[in-house]
């Protein structure tokens, strides 16, 4: 089984400043991570995923993420907030075997960015 | 290269009618899944289809169904629907399932009243 936990439903940052989106995740076997975004009446859209390479892992619109396993951590971060980063931002886990085929969801994170 | 294609975008319908919604995976993907999105539940899975084969189905009672055709197109029902089921259902497809990248549609929008 697996499930995932974001800290804070809701993240507000000033404009230029850094973005913590936080992601602790709980597995049986070796997980599958991801980061998604979704715009207002949108789809999600990938931002980076983890596979079992790199623990840092680089994703779109400068967004990147590290894997510790020892903190069961995901947690995703920008160096500078942009406007344009202003959305909900979910982190999701899959297993990385068996016959799970699925992606678990945490509840989201809606961040938003002051000018 | 085209994306997932969901339609309709909205829907309207009347406590205890039932709905079809369908969704085009991008080209050579053959595996699709169904995510429900609501406030108070988040993102919850619905089932997943390979090959025209579901292969893990969650926790939801048995009025909403799936298929998916040869083509790799799918469908989900929901018969006898409920004000609960109000919602956006939003499709994923990807070559092998959650594991590889997945790409989700634009969903569908269902309002029951």
């Known amino acids: 089984a697996q499930s995932v936990t974001q800290l804070g439903s809701h993240v507000s940052v000033s404009e230029g400043a850094l973005v913590l989106l936080r992601c602790n995740y709980s597995s049986s076997v070796p997980p599958y991570l991801f980061w998604y975004v979704q715009y207002p009446n949108q789809g999600l859209q990938l931002l980076l995923k983890?596979?079992?390479?790199?623990?840092l892992v680089k994703g779109i619109n400068g967004f990147e993420a590290e894997f510790k396993k020892s903190e069961t951590s995901f947690h995703l971060t920008k160096p500078s907030a942009h406007m344009s980063d202003a959305a909900e931002y979910f982190c999701?886990?899959?297993?990385?075997?068996?016959?799970?085929?699925?992606?678990?969801f945490g509840k989201g994170t809606l961040l938003t960015v002051n000018p | 290269k085209a994306g997932v294609t969901q339609t309709p975008r909205y829907l309207i319908k009347t406590r205890g009618q039932q709905v079809t919604l369908s969704c085009s995976p991008i080209s050579g993907h053959r595996s699709v899944s169904w995510y429900q999105q609501t406030p108070g539940q988040g993102l919850q899975f619905l089932f997943e289809y390979f090959s025209e084969t579901q292969r893990n189905k969650g926790n939801f009672p048995g009025r909403f169904s799936g298929r998916q055709f040869s083509n790799s197109r799918s469908e989900m029902n929901v018969s006898t629907l409920e004000l609960g089921d109000s919602a956006l259902y939003l499709c994923?497809?990807?070559?092998?399932?959650?594991?590889?990248?997945?790409?989700f549609g634009q969903g569908t929008r269902l309002t029951v009243v």
């Open positions: 994923a497809s990807s070559r092998q399932g959650a594991q590889t990248e997945a790409f």
């Open positions: 999701a886990v899959s297993l990385s075997g068996g016959s799970n085929y699925k992606l678990t």
């Open positions: 983890y596979t079992s390479a790199a623990t």
